[in-house]
């Protein structure tokens, strides 16, 4: 049974242009959200998307946007790149289970450098 | 808001115990706890629900103190698998799925 998987693992931009990051959830699992982990610093929740829809946001700029498709892998777009936006990029997948908290299963993750 | 754990780091030995605090200022719904090992992606060990129930993952438990807002996390007799970065995440009510991450205890168990 494949986990979480990202592509690409490692990627790296000029300051100012766009990307793409892309999520294939766990078999069975239709929910996806994405963390952007500095170095040395804990997961940031970006947001989450559930049947193809935004379901919840964290405190990112309108240049972080996101897609789920019907299959519910995921993408995320990062526009006008900033140096800042250098992290590594968590997707992470789950099934909601009727109003209680679920264990969310996290890939291994996007390394972006923008230079 | 995020969470605040303590300590940053905490060296062990095999087989000692170590305890890892994870406090909020806000109301939690629950607590997760996750380990990452270098280049790795998070592990999940486990959730802890607002009721103070403690759970347990092999040698690892943790609680949660509903009143204070606090969860720990307990590695008794530590084994070299352990070491890693914990990380505590955490949930309030009507934002199911967003999780808020501390900064992160690293644990580096010596032989």
């Known amino acids: 049974d494949a986990g979480v998987t990202q592509s690409p693992t490692h990627l790296i931009k000029t300051r100012g242009q766009q990307v793409t990051l892309r999520c294939s959830p766990k078999s069975g699992h239709d929910t996806v959200s994405w963390y952007q982990q500095a170095l040395g610093q804990g997961p940031q929740f970006i947001f989450q998307?559930?049947?193809?829809?935004?379901?919840q946001r964290g405190n990112f700029p309108d240049r972080f946007s996101g897609h789920q498709f019907p299959n519910y892998s995921s993408e995320l777009n990062v526009n006008a790149l900033l140096l800042g936006d250098s992290a590594l990029y968590l997707c992470?997948?789950?099934?909601?289970?009727?109003?209680?908290?679920?264990?969310?299963?996290f890939g291994p993750g996007t390394r972006l450098t923008v230079t | 808001q995020q969470p605040v754990q303590s300590p940053q780091a905490v060296i062990l030995r095999e087989g000692e115990d170590a305890v890892i605090n994870c406090s909020s200022s806000?109301?939690?719904?629950?607590v997760h706890w996750y380990r990452q090992k270098h280049g790795e992606a998070p592990v999940f060990l486990m959730i802890?629900?607002?009721?103070?129930e403690q759970k347990g993952h092999d040698k690892i438990s943790a609680s949660f103190n509903e009143k204070k807002q606090q969860s720990s996390l307990y590695l008794t007799a530590s084994q070299l698998s352990y070491s890693g970065t914990y990380f505590c995440g955490t949930e309030i009510a009507d934002s199911w799925g967003k999780l808020q991450f501390g900064s992160g205890t690293q644990v580096v168990v010596t032989p």
């Open positions: 998307y559930y049947e193809e829809e935004e379901r």
């Open positions: 802890l629900l607002k009721g103070g």
């Open positions: 806000k109301a939690l719904y629950s």
């Open positions: 992470a997948s789950s099934i909601p289970t009727g109003g209680q908290p679920y264990e969310q299963y």
